[in-house]
């Protein structure tokens, strides 16, 4: 079913604006980001103490949540394991006796007749953390040389390869900057999310790829600026279609999904309207200009040859 028919915009012309779009927002979010001095890491990268609790009687999962948050306990990670409770927080060593206190108090004021017991204490030191940063790196550059491999053996073109890259690269730092933004924690689920977003958004850019491929060869004396736009037209009812399924689930996890998951849909809310704007208004611009510099340059160098 076609809901649209005969699209006919002109990508290609407008190329220049849809640039100016991601540059704007680029320097927004490093405002924003020198502003709020960084990122707010989460224990799993700056280290912090990790606490197993218990209780007599059975507890929800959210009203301890709510309790801890009430002791001040601002920047924690909340995880149930059979009948045990256990708490991550960003606190310095220095500092574990007056975690300990403040937890005991906070559970001793809300639940009198249900005694709580710590079971486990522990410190968790930012070596684990370099150890995490190492492997989210690792991770990232992986992904990305993946890709590119893929990509430039597919459609026989590094340029391509290179340009999906690019796509990318701006969807994952802009929903980075946008986490930045609100504040909110960066731990092992951002790191998953933001893979998921680069992989939503290879997959996007490599169907309008697959398209041009498809046109170049059938409409071989077209310009090439006249392959784009049909390539894009043609397939932009599907990425839009695609694109709003996507983001619809993502805003429902956003709301109603929870705590546990409300930074990971976050980031797919944000990524998800980045993956398209990239594939088409970033990726296949960039290898329309190289190849048009690149004819000009050919044409500057065959007529200094003829002088």
């Given at each position: 079913?076609?809901?649209?028919?005969?699209?006919?915009?002109?990508?290609?012309?407008?190329?220049?604006?849809?640039?100016?779009?991601?540059?704007?927002?680029?320097?927004?979010?490093?405002?924003?980001?020198?502003?709020?001095?960084?990122?707010?890491?989460?224990?799993?990268?700056?280290?912090?103490?990790?606490?197993?609790?218990?209780?007599?009687?059975?507890?929800?999962?959210?009203?301890?949540?709510?309790?801890?948050?009430?002791?001040?306990?601002?920047?924690?990670?909340?995880?149930?394991?059979?009948?045990?409770?256990?708490?991550?927080?960003?606190?310095?060593?220095?500092?574990?006796?007056?975690?300990?206190?403040?937890?005991?108090?906070?559970?001793?004021?809300?639940?009198?007749?249900?005694?709580?017991?710590?079971?486990?204490?522990?410190?968790?030191?930012?070596?684990?953390?370099?150890?995490?940063?190492?492997?989210?790196?690792?991770?990232?550059?992986?992904?990305?040389?993946?890709?590119?491999?893929?990509?430039?053996?597919?459609?026989?073109?590094?340029?391509?390869?290179?340009?999906?890259?690019?796509?990318?690269?701006?969807?994952?730092?802009?929903?980075?900057?946008?986490?930045?933004?609100?504040?909110?924690?960066?731990?092992?689920?951002?790191?998953?999310?933001?893979?998921?977003?680069?992989?939503?958004?290879?997959?996007?850019?490599?169907?309008?790829?697959?398209?041009?491929?498809?046109?170049?060869?059938?409409?071989?004396?077209?310009?090439?600026?006249?392959?784009?736009?049909?390539?894009?037209?043609?397939?932009?009812?599907?990425?839009?279609?695609?694109?709003?399924?996507?983001?619809?689930?993502?805003?429902?996890?956003?709301?109603?999904?929870?705590?546990?998951?409300?930074?990971?849909?976050?980031?797919?809310?944000?990524?998800?309207?980045?993956?398209?704007?990239?594939?088409?208004?970033?990726?296949?611009?960039?290898?329309?200009?190289?190849?048009?510099?690149k004819k000009i340059r050919s044409k500057l160098a065959a007529k200094t040859n003829r002088k």
């Open positions: 079913m076609q809901l649209i028919h005969d699209l006919n915009i002109d990508f290609v012309s407008n190329r220049r604006k849809f640039f100016l779009v991601p540059i704007i927002l680029l320097i927004a979010l490093a405002a924003a980001y020198i502003v709020k001095g960084g990122p707010n890491y989460s224990i799993d990268f700056t280290g912090g103490i990790m606490m197993q609790i218990s209780f007599e009687q059975p507890i929800e999962m959210q009203t301890v949540r709510q309790v801890v948050d009430g002791a001040g306990i601002n920047s924690f990670e909340l995880q149930k394991s059979d009948d045990m409770y256990i708490i991550r927080a960003k606190y310095d060593i220095g500092s574990q006796a007056k975690f300990e206190s403040d937890i005991n108090n906070a559970f001793e004021q809300n639940f009198d007749n249900n005694k709580m017991t710590i079971e486990k204490m522990e410190f968790v030191g930012p070596v684990v953390g370099e150890y995490l940063t190492k492997q989210a790196l690792y991770a990232f550059l992986f992904a990305f040389l993946g890709m590119v491999v893929y990509v430039a053996f597919r459609f026989k073109s590094s340029l391509w390869g290179v340009a999906s890259i690019v796509g990318i690269i701006h969807d994952v730092v802009l929903s980075f900057g946008f986490l930045v933004l609100v504040g909110k924690e960066v731990d092992i689920t951002v790191i998953a999310a933001m893979l998921t977003v680069a992989g939503y958004s290879i997959n996007d850019t490599i169907v309008l790829f697959d398209r041009m491929r498809e046109n170049l060869r059938i409409h071989i004396k077209d310009d090439f600026a006249i392959v784009i736009n049909k390539s894009i037209n043609s397939v932009l009812l599907r990425s839009i279609v695609t694109s709003v399924t996507v983001f619809i689930v993502a805003c429902a996890l956003f709301f109603w999904g929870g705590e546990v998951i409300h930074t990971f849909a976050y980031i797919m809310v944000i990524g998800t309207v980045l993956g398209v704007y990239s594939s088409i208004f970033v990726c296949v611009p960039l290898v329309y200009e190289y190849d048009t510099r």
